[in-house]
Protein backbone atom coordinates (compact mmCIF):
# COMPACT_ATOMS: atom_id res chain seq x y z
CA UNK A 1 0.00 0.00 0.00
CA UNK A 2 1.13 3.45 -0.68
CA UNK A 3 2.28 6.12 1.67
CA UNK A 4 -0.67 8.61 2.46
CA UNK A 5 -1.18 11.80 4.62
CA UNK A 6 -5.14 10.54 5.70
CA UNK A 7 -6.73 8.02 6.19
CA UNK A 8 -10.74 6.98 6.92
CA UNK A 9 -13.14 4.58 6.18
CA UNK A 10 -14.82 6.62 3.60
CA UNK A 11 -13.57 9.79 1.78
CA UNK A 12 -16.12 11.76 -0.17
CA UNK A 13 -15.06 14.03 -2.74
CA UNK A 14 -17.10 16.83 -3.44
CA UNK A 15 -19.17 18.69 -0.83
CA UNK A 16 -22.44 19.71 -2.56
CA UNK A 17 -25.81 18.51 -1.49
CA UNK A 18 -25.29 14.82 -2.64
CA UNK A 19 -21.51 14.62 -0.61
CA UNK A 20 -22.91 16.39 2.52
CA UNK A 21 -26.45 13.92 2.70
CA UNK A 22 -24.12 10.90 1.73
CA UNK A 23 -22.29 11.90 4.68
CA UNK A 24 -24.86 12.74 6.96
CA UNK A 25 -26.81 9.05 5.93
CA UNK A 26 -23.63 7.03 6.69
CA UNK A 27 -23.29 8.58 9.75
CA UNK A 28 -27.07 7.56 10.53
CA UNK A 29 -26.17 3.81 9.14
CA UNK A 30 -22.76 3.48 11.56
CA UNK A 31 -22.13 6.25 13.43
CA UNK A 32 -18.61 5.23 14.33
CA UNK A 33 -17.58 5.74 10.70
CA UNK A 34 -14.96 8.47 9.78
CA UNK A 35 -15.15 10.05 7.22
CA UNK A 36 -13.24 12.77 5.49
CA UNK A 37 -14.29 14.80 2.57
CA UNK A 38 -12.82 16.85 0.46
CA UNK A 39 -13.48 20.27 -1.51
CA UNK A 40 -11.81 22.53 -4.34
CA UNK A 41 -13.55 25.38 -3.15
CA UNK A 42 -13.41 27.06 0.13
CA UNK A 43 -16.54 26.03 1.36
CA UNK A 44 -19.47 23.79 0.68
CA UNK A 45 -22.04 24.02 -2.22
CA UNK A 46 -19.82 26.75 -4.39
CA UNK A 47 -21.35 25.49 -7.75
CA UNK A 48 -24.82 24.22 -8.38
CA UNK A 49 -26.19 23.10 -5.13
CA UNK A 50 -25.36 26.37 -3.73
CA UNK A 51 -27.03 27.67 -7.31
CA UNK A 52 -30.08 26.17 -7.20
CA UNK A 53 -33.49 27.41 -7.38
CA UNK A 54 -34.41 25.98 -4.02
CA UNK A 55 -37.54 24.60 -5.26
CA UNK A 56 -38.52 21.64 -3.31
CA UNK A 57 -40.34 19.40 -6.27
CA UNK A 58 -43.48 17.24 -5.13
CA UNK A 59 -41.99 14.46 -8.16
CA UNK A 60 -45.03 14.43 -10.82
CA UNK A 61 -42.68 15.52 -13.60
CA UNK A 62 -41.15 12.03 -13.93
CA UNK A 63 -42.18 8.64 -15.43
CA UNK A 64 -43.72 5.99 -13.52
CA UNK A 65 -41.35 3.44 -11.26
CA UNK A 66 -37.90 6.12 -11.89
CA UNK A 67 -35.29 6.80 -9.40
CA UNK A 68 -36.45 10.30 -9.29
CA UNK A 69 -40.31 9.08 -9.13
CA UNK A 70 -39.51 7.43 -6.11
CA UNK A 71 -36.45 10.22 -4.74
CA UNK A 72 -38.44 13.31 -4.93
CA UNK A 73 -41.70 12.16 -3.53
CA UNK A 74 -39.15 10.94 -0.04
CA UNK A 75 -36.49 13.82 -0.57
CA UNK A 76 -39.28 16.15 -0.67
CA UNK A 77 -40.64 14.78 3.09
CA UNK A 78 -37.29 14.23 4.40
CA UNK A 79 -36.15 17.97 3.52
CA UNK A 80 -39.07 19.38 5.19
CA UNK A 81 -38.48 17.78 8.14
CA UNK A 82 -34.79 18.53 8.20
CA UNK A 83 -36.27 22.05 7.96
CA UNK A 84 -38.59 21.62 10.82
CA UNK A 85 -36.11 20.12 12.85
CA UNK A 86 -33.71 22.83 12.19
CA UNK A 87 -35.44 25.67 12.10
CA UNK A 88 -34.44 26.43 8.75
CA UNK A 89 -36.31 29.04 5.95
CA UNK A 90 -39.21 27.07 4.16
CA UNK A 91 -42.08 28.40 1.86
CA UNK A 92 -44.71 26.53 1.71
CA UNK A 93 -46.54 28.19 -1.50
CA UNK A 94 -47.50 25.21 -3.59
CA UNK A 95 -47.54 24.98 -7.43
CA UNK A 96 -49.79 25.14 -10.30
CA UNK A 97 -48.77 23.72 -13.60
CA UNK A 98 -50.81 25.89 -16.51
CA UNK A 99 -51.56 24.88 -20.62
CA UNK A 100 -51.56 27.24 -22.84
CA UNK A 101 -53.57 25.32 -25.65
CA UNK A 102 -55.13 22.13 -26.61
CA UNK A 103 -51.55 19.86 -26.74
CA UNK A 104 -50.29 21.25 -23.39
CA UNK A 105 -53.42 19.98 -22.15
CA UNK A 106 -52.87 16.70 -23.31
CA UNK A 107 -49.20 16.94 -21.54
CA UNK A 108 -51.16 18.12 -18.29
CA UNK A 109 -53.33 14.82 -18.40
CA UNK A 110 -50.56 12.92 -18.94
CA UNK A 111 -48.55 14.81 -15.55
CA UNK A 112 -51.87 14.12 -13.39
CA UNK A 113 -51.38 10.55 -14.46
CA UNK A 114 -47.74 10.18 -13.74
CA UNK A 115 -48.58 11.47 -10.37
CA UNK A 116 -51.20 9.64 -9.57
CA UNK A 117 -49.26 6.25 -10.38
CA UNK A 118 -46.50 7.85 -8.34
CA UNK A 119 -48.61 8.28 -5.15
CA UNK A 120 -47.45 12.16 -5.34
CA UNK A 121 -50.80 14.57 -4.11
CA UNK A 122 -51.77 16.53 -6.97
CA UNK A 123 -55.24 17.65 -8.30
CA UNK A 124 -56.39 18.81 -11.76
CA UNK A 125 -58.37 21.86 -11.66
CA UNK A 126 -60.38 24.11 -13.68
CA UNK A 127 -60.48 27.52 -14.33
CA UNK A 128 -62.60 29.03 -11.90
CA UNK A 129 -60.76 26.80 -8.54
CA UNK A 130 -57.62 28.06 -9.96
CA UNK A 131 -58.95 31.47 -9.76
CA UNK A 132 -59.56 31.13 -6.18
CA UNK A 133 -56.02 29.60 -5.28
CA UNK A 134 -53.77 31.71 -8.02
CA UNK A 135 -55.97 34.65 -9.35
CA UNK A 136 -53.32 35.70 -11.70
CA UNK A 137 -52.20 32.10 -13.10
CA UNK A 138 -54.11 31.85 -16.53
CA UNK A 139 -54.73 28.56 -18.37
CA UNK A 140 -56.17 26.07 -21.10
CA UNK A 141 -59.06 24.66 -19.65
CA UNK A 142 -57.34 22.51 -16.52
CA UNK A 143 -54.54 23.14 -14.30
CA UNK A 144 -52.52 20.30 -12.20
CA UNK A 145 -52.34 21.71 -8.24
CA UNK A 146 -49.42 20.45 -6.06
CA UNK A 147 -49.97 21.52 -2.39
CA UNK A 148 -46.33 20.45 -1.38
CA UNK A 149 -44.28 21.98 -3.94
CA UNK A 150 -42.35 24.63 -1.50
CA UNK A 151 -38.98 26.58 -1.72
CA UNK A 152 -36.00 26.41 0.93
CA UNK A 153 -32.74 28.21 1.13
CA UNK A 154 -30.28 25.61 -0.75
CA UNK A 155 -27.40 27.81 1.25
CA UNK A 156 -28.61 27.73 4.44
CA UNK A 157 -29.56 24.36 4.57
CA UNK A 158 -25.86 22.61 3.21
CA UNK A 159 -24.59 25.05 5.86
CA UNK A 160 -26.88 23.57 8.57
CA UNK A 161 -25.60 20.24 7.10
CA UNK A 162 -22.29 20.82 7.16
CA UNK A 163 -22.71 21.97 11.20
CA UNK A 164 -24.31 18.48 11.43
CA UNK A 165 -21.60 16.58 10.04
CA UNK A 166 -18.27 18.44 12.19
CA UNK A 167 -19.97 17.98 15.28
CA UNK A 168 -20.66 14.42 14.35
CA UNK A 169 -16.70 14.16 13.58
CA UNK A 170 -16.71 14.56 10.02
CA UNK A 171 -13.70 16.37 8.68
CA UNK A 172 -13.89 18.91 5.56
CA UNK A 173 -10.66 19.44 3.64
CA UNK A 174 -11.37 23.19 1.68
CA UNK A 175 -9.85 24.12 -1.33
CA UNK A 176 -8.34 20.68 -2.07
CA UNK A 177 -9.42 19.37 -5.05
CA UNK A 178 -9.03 15.72 -6.51
CA UNK A 179 -5.95 15.36 -8.88
CA UNK A 180 -5.50 11.87 -9.61
CA UNK A 181 -5.74 8.86 -8.84
CA UNK A 182 -2.24 6.56 -6.94
CA UNK A 183 -1.36 3.86 -9.26
CA UNK A 184 -3.96 1.02 -8.33
CA UNK A 185 -4.76 1.98 -4.59
CA UNK A 186 -7.72 3.52 -2.88
CA UNK A 187 -5.38 6.80 -2.71
CA UNK A 188 -6.39 10.07 -4.18
CA UNK A 189 -3.62 13.08 -4.54
CA UNK A 190 -5.22 16.77 -4.57
CA UNK A 191 -3.89 19.74 -5.91
CA UNK A 192 -1.97 20.24 -2.96
CA UNK A 193 -0.30 17.14 -2.46
CA UNK A 194 -1.96 15.43 0.20
CA UNK A 195 -2.57 12.12 -0.17
CA UNK A 196 -5.82 10.90 1.37
CA UNK A 197 -6.54 6.54 1.51
CA UNK A 198 -9.89 4.93 2.67
CA UNK A 199 -11.83 1.61 2.47
CA UNK A 200 -14.48 3.21 -0.07
CA UNK A 201 -13.83 6.29 -2.04
CA UNK A 202 -17.32 8.32 -2.74
CA UNK A 203 -17.77 10.33 -5.90
CA UNK A 204 -19.87 13.33 -5.81
CA UNK A 205 -17.53 16.04 -7.95
CA UNK A 206 -21.06 17.68 -9.46
CA UNK A 207 -19.58 18.72 -13.05
CA UNK A 208 -16.17 16.48 -12.74
CA UNK A 209 -17.45 13.47 -11.77
CA UNK A 210 -17.36 11.60 -15.27
CA UNK A 211 -13.49 12.47 -15.30
CA UNK A 212 -13.21 11.42 -11.81
CA UNK A 213 -14.88 8.43 -12.57
CA UNK A 214 -12.84 7.78 -15.44
CA UNK A 215 -9.52 7.52 -13.13
CA UNK A 216 -11.33 4.59 -11.66
CA UNK A 217 -12.50 2.61 -15.16
CA UNK A 218 -16.25 3.90 -14.80
CA UNK A 219 -17.73 6.89 -16.76
CA UNK A 220 -17.13 4.64 -19.90
CA UNK A 221 -20.21 5.58 -22.03
CA UNK A 222 -20.91 9.08 -20.41
CA UNK A 223 -19.86 12.28 -20.75
CA UNK A 224 -20.95 15.64 -18.82
CA UNK A 225 -22.91 18.47 -21.10
CA UNK A 226 -23.05 21.74 -19.26
CA UNK A 227 -26.45 23.78 -19.36
CA UNK A 228 -26.28 27.65 -18.10
CA UNK A 229 -29.14 28.49 -16.12
CA UNK A 230 -30.17 32.15 -15.13
CA UNK A 231 -33.28 33.32 -13.04
CA UNK A 232 -34.13 37.31 -13.14
CA UNK A 233 -35.69 38.96 -10.33
CA UNK A 234 -38.57 41.00 -9.33
CA UNK A 235 -37.98 44.00 -7.59
CA UNK A 236 -40.95 45.89 -6.79
CA UNK A 237 -42.83 45.71 -3.52
CA UNK A 238 -45.91 44.28 -4.35
CA UNK A 239 -46.92 39.95 -4.40
CA UNK A 240 -48.37 39.97 -8.13
CA UNK A 241 -48.89 35.67 -7.18
CA UNK A 242 -49.02 33.76 -4.75
CA UNK A 243 -47.25 30.00 -5.35
CA UNK A 244 -44.97 28.97 -8.26
CA UNK A 245 -46.44 28.68 -11.81
CA UNK A 246 -45.17 26.63 -14.17
CA UNK A 247 -45.90 26.10 -17.74
CA UNK A 248 -46.63 22.39 -18.96
CA UNK A 249 -42.82 21.30 -20.11
CA UNK A 250 -41.59 19.41 -23.13
CA UNK A 251 -42.11 15.80 -21.67
CA UNK A 252 -39.02 14.48 -24.17
CA UNK A 253 -36.44 17.11 -22.42
CA UNK A 254 -35.36 17.27 -18.97
CA UNK A 255 -35.99 21.41 -18.66
CA UNK A 256 -39.10 22.68 -17.10
CA UNK A 257 -39.69 26.13 -19.46
CA UNK A 258 -39.65 29.62 -17.98
CA UNK A 259 -42.16 29.77 -15.15
CA UNK A 260 -42.20 32.17 -11.38
CA UNK A 261 -40.65 31.03 -8.70
CA UNK A 262 -41.24 32.51 -4.90
CA UNK A 263 -38.72 31.70 -2.74
CA UNK A 264 -37.88 31.52 0.56
CA UNK A 265 -37.43 34.98 1.49
CA UNK A 266 -40.56 35.39 -0.94
CA UNK A 267 -38.34 37.32 -3.40
CA UNK A 268 -39.93 36.48 -7.10
CA UNK A 269 -37.79 34.89 -9.62
CA UNK A 270 -38.86 33.90 -13.36
CA UNK A 271 -36.68 31.63 -15.39
CA UNK A 272 -34.48 29.99 -16.03
CA UNK A 273 -32.65 29.75 -19.18
CA UNK A 274 -30.81 26.10 -20.06
CA UNK A 275 -28.60 27.73 -22.60
CA UNK A 276 -25.73 25.22 -23.53
CA UNK A 277 -22.05 26.51 -21.78
CA UNK A 278 -18.91 26.18 -23.47
CA UNK A 279 -16.82 24.53 -20.51
CA UNK A 280 -17.80 23.51 -17.23
CA UNK A 281 -17.88 26.51 -14.99
CA UNK A 282 -18.75 28.72 -17.74
CA UNK A 283 -20.83 31.05 -15.61
CA UNK A 284 -19.82 34.65 -16.48
CA UNK A 285 -17.69 35.54 -19.49
CA UNK A 286 -14.21 34.27 -19.44
CA UNK A 287 -14.02 33.44 -15.98
CA UNK A 288 -12.70 30.03 -15.28
CA UNK A 289 -12.42 29.66 -19.08
CA UNK A 290 -10.36 25.92 -19.86
CA UNK A 291 -9.54 25.32 -23.21
CA UNK A 292 -9.32 21.43 -22.84
CA UNK A 293 -12.60 21.80 -21.79
CA UNK A 294 -14.10 24.06 -24.27
CA UNK A 295 -12.45 21.95 -27.25
CA UNK A 296 -14.60 18.54 -25.94
CA UNK A 297 -17.65 20.05 -25.36
CA UNK A 298 -17.76 22.35 -28.46
CA UNK A 299 -17.12 19.24 -30.29
CA UNK A 300 -19.73 17.10 -28.64
CA UNK A 301 -22.32 20.15 -29.36
CA UNK A 302 -21.74 20.89 -32.50
CA UNK A 303 -22.27 16.91 -33.58
CA UNK A 304 -25.73 17.44 -30.98
CA UNK A 305 -26.75 20.03 -33.34
CA UNK A 306 -25.53 18.21 -36.45
CA UNK A 307 -27.17 14.94 -35.47
CA UNK A 308 -30.29 16.92 -34.05
CA UNK A 309 -30.41 14.92 -31.07
CA UNK A 310 -33.39 15.41 -28.79
CA UNK A 311 -34.11 18.24 -31.04
CA UNK A 312 -30.85 19.87 -29.46
CA UNK A 313 -31.27 23.08 -32.64
CA UNK A 314 -34.35 24.54 -32.05
CA UNK A 315 -32.99 24.14 -28.08
CA UNK A 316 -30.34 26.17 -28.71
CA UNK A 317 -32.35 28.70 -30.85
CA UNK A 318 -34.82 29.09 -28.37
CA UNK A 319 -31.85 29.48 -25.66
CA UNK A 320 -30.17 31.93 -27.33
CA UNK A 321 -33.34 34.10 -27.47
CA UNK A 322 -33.54 34.22 -24.09
CA UNK A 323 -30.19 36.76 -23.75
CA UNK A 324 -32.61 39.01 -24.51
CA UNK A 325 -34.26 40.21 -21.76
CA UNK A 326 -37.47 41.36 -22.77
CA UNK A 327 -38.28 37.73 -24.93
CA UNK A 328 -37.34 36.28 -21.68
CA UNK A 329 -40.09 37.94 -19.63
CA UNK A 330 -42.99 37.91 -22.44
CA UNK A 331 -42.28 33.97 -22.06
CA UNK A 332 -43.44 34.38 -18.53
CA UNK A 333 -45.79 37.04 -18.88
CA UNK A 334 -47.59 34.29 -21.03
CA UNK A 335 -48.76 32.47 -17.26
CA UNK A 336 -49.97 34.97 -16.10
CA UNK A 337 -53.35 37.90 -16.68
CA UNK A 338 -51.38 40.55 -15.93
CA UNK A 339 -47.96 41.49 -14.24
CA UNK A 340 -45.05 44.33 -14.71
CA UNK A 341 -42.51 43.54 -16.70
CA UNK A 342 -40.42 46.00 -15.35
CA UNK A 343 -39.96 44.59 -12.13
CA UNK A 344 -37.39 42.20 -13.37
CA UNK A 345 -34.72 44.43 -13.82
CA UNK A 346 -31.65 42.01 -12.26
CA UNK A 347 -30.22 38.64 -13.28
CA UNK A 348 -29.05 35.76 -10.40
CA UNK A 349 -26.13 34.02 -9.91
CA UNK A 350 -26.08 31.97 -12.77
CA UNK A 351 -25.77 28.10 -12.58
CA UNK A 352 -24.51 25.44 -14.49
CA UNK A 353 -26.54 22.18 -14.61
CA UNK A 354 -24.26 19.25 -15.04
CA UNK A 355 -26.23 17.06 -17.74
CA UNK A 356 -24.73 13.58 -18.26
CA UNK A 357 -25.20 12.24 -21.99
CA UNK A 358 -24.63 8.82 -22.87
CA UNK A 359 -22.28 9.18 -25.62
CA UNK A 360 -23.35 5.82 -27.89
CA UNK A 361 -26.71 7.23 -28.75
CA UNK A 362 -26.25 11.17 -28.16
CA UNK A 363 -29.15 11.68 -25.67
CA UNK A 364 -29.38 13.22 -22.30
CA UNK A 365 -29.86 10.91 -19.53
CA UNK A 366 -32.98 11.59 -17.24
CA UNK A 367 -32.31 9.22 -14.15
CA UNK A 368 -29.91 8.93 -12.10
CA UNK A 369 -26.94 7.23 -13.02
CA UNK A 370 -24.33 5.15 -10.22
CA UNK A 371 -21.63 3.41 -11.20
CA UNK A 372 -19.45 0.90 -8.69
CA UNK A 373 -17.04 -1.37 -7.80
CA UNK A 374 -15.62 -2.64 -4.20
CA UNK A 375 -13.43 0.30 -3.23
CA UNK A 376 -15.39 3.60 -5.08
CA UNK A 377 -18.41 4.76 -6.48
CA UNK A 378 -19.32 7.30 -8.71
CA UNK A 379 -22.82 9.41 -8.66
CA UNK A 380 -22.43 10.21 -12.60
CA UNK A 381 -26.08 11.85 -12.65
CA UNK A 382 -27.73 13.79 -10.00
CA UNK A 383 -28.93 16.59 -11.60
CA UNK A 384 -32.62 18.30 -10.55
CA UNK A 385 -34.52 17.89 -8.86
CA UNK A 386 -31.09 16.26 -6.99
CA UNK A 387 -31.56 18.84 -4.06
CA UNK A 388 -34.77 18.07 -3.55
CA UNK A 389 -34.00 13.86 -3.30
CA UNK A 390 -31.13 14.15 -1.37
CA UNK A 391 -31.75 12.55 1.79
CA UNK A 392 -34.00 10.28 -0.07
CA UNK A 393 -31.53 9.18 -2.60
CA UNK A 394 -28.61 9.18 -0.43
CA UNK A 395 -29.90 6.59 2.00
CA UNK A 396 -30.55 4.57 -1.15
CA UNK A 397 -27.15 5.11 -2.46
CA UNK A 398 -25.45 4.08 1.15
CA UNK A 399 -27.71 1.48 1.34
CA UNK A 400 -27.03 -0.08 -1.78
CA UNK A 401 -23.62 0.93 -3.13
CA UNK A 402 -21.42 1.60 -0.06
CA UNK A 403 -22.71 -0.64 3.17
CA UNK A 404 -24.59 -3.42 1.65
CA UNK A 405 -25.54 -5.91 4.50
Known sequence: MA?????SDYLIIGSGIIGLTIAYALKEKIPTASINIIEKEDDVAQHSSGRNSGVLHSGFYYSE????AKFTKDGNRLMQEYCAKHNLK???CGKVVVAKNKKDHKALLELEKRGKAN???VTLIDDVQLKKIEPNA????HALFSPTTASIDPIEICQAIKRDLLS??????????????QNEDNVIITNKNLSFCSKKIINCAGLYADKVAADFGHSQHYTIIPFKGIYLKYSK?????KMNIYPVPNLKNPFLGVHYTITADKTIKIGPTAIPAFWRENYQGFKNFNFKELRVILLNEILLFIFNSFNFRSLVFEEVKKYNRFYFISLAKKLVHKIDGRGFDHWSTPGIRAQLMDTRT??????FVVESDATSVHILNAVSPAFTCSFAFSRWVVDNYIVIE
Do not use: W
Open 138 to 141: KTYQ
Open 119 to 121: QIE
Open 362 to 367: RELVQD
Open 168 to 181: KGVNFFFNNAYFKR
Open 3 to 7: NYNYY
Open 237 to 241: SDMPI
Open 65 to 68: HSLK
Open 90 to 92: INK
